[in-house]
């Protein structure tokens, strides 16, 4: 059971990045997908989330307007749409798979991806 994300770079602010989840192992489609991300010295954060139904989707604060999480459930996969970044933007993203909703913390989520850098230059 694998979670592939990828899609990550070096970008300039106020630019755009769209990363990607690619399931493998198993099927996700009952599962919420979410990413997260962590900073150097920092402790992974929740940046967004979508329903397993791929409607409902729920985003932090610092991303709310700026970033847009999609899924695929056919094609086992999931997106982060990510505008008008900002230097603190700055990264490793990490997409996950849980089956808890309303629960954005870490340790909701069973399975992960080995996460993609993003690094936005100010």
């Known amino acids: 059971v694998q979670l592939q994300a990828s899609g990550g770079g070096l970008v300039q602010a106020g630019g755009s990045l769209r990363l990607s989840c690619a399931g493998s192992?198993?099927?996700?489609?009952?599962?919420?997908m979410g990413w997260f991300r962590q900073a150097p010295g920092k402790e992974r954060e929740f940046v967004a989330a979508?329903?397993?139904?791929?409607?409902?989707?729920y985003y932090a604060d610092p991303v709310k307007g700026r970033f847009t999480i999609s899924r695929d459930r056919a094609k086992n996969t999931a997106s982060l749409q990510m505008n008008s970044l900002k230097p603190e933007d700055t990264a490793i993203y990490y997409c996950?798979?849980?089956?808890?909703?309303?629960?954005?913390?870490?340790?909701?989520?069973?399975?992960w991806g080995q996460g993609t850098q993003v690094t936005v230059s100010s």
């Open positions: 192992g198993r099927t996700f489609s009952s599962y919420a």
């Open positions: 996950a798979a849980g089956t808890r909703w309303f629960d954005w913390a870490p340790v909701a989520y069973d399975y």
């Open positions: 979508v329903h397993w139904g791929g409607i409902s989707t």
